[in-house]
């Protein structure tokens, strides 16, 4: 699918795409990416593993993972902030933004999955505590 093209100044051997190269890339630009399964998730873990554990608050665990990703979070839309300004002109730009931008979209999720757990959890603190006891009168 490749052969020997050329060597560059630095004598690096350069190759390029043959024909069925060319048509197995083509191939795989149209087939959809197939994603099986869910990859393992260790945040996922963790936190179903701390439910469990003698000790561990959950929240904590949430809140310091919030803390996590908000940072990321902010960093990836620094970072892409400045890819935007560079892209006009620099089309290479484009293939950071891409990254960058899938990297926001990430974390975005995240954040919005541990405002989702830390509701849940609440919400079963709540069923699981007693209901308070009626005082008698008198």
Sequence with gaps: M?????????GRTLHALTESGRAELRAW???PVERPGPPRDELAIKLVMALGADGVDVREVVEAQRRHVARALHDHVRQRAEALARAPGHPE????????????????????WLDHCEARLLR????EEPPPQEQPEG
């Design 2 to 10: 490749i052969a020997h093209d050329d060597v560059d100044a630095a």
């Design 29 to 31: 630009y149209d087939r």
């Design 93 to 112: 730009e484009m293939a950071r933004l891409l990254v960058l931008e899938q990297l926001v979209f990430q974390d975005e999720a995240e954040a919005r």
């Design 124 to 127: 079963f603190t709540r069923e």
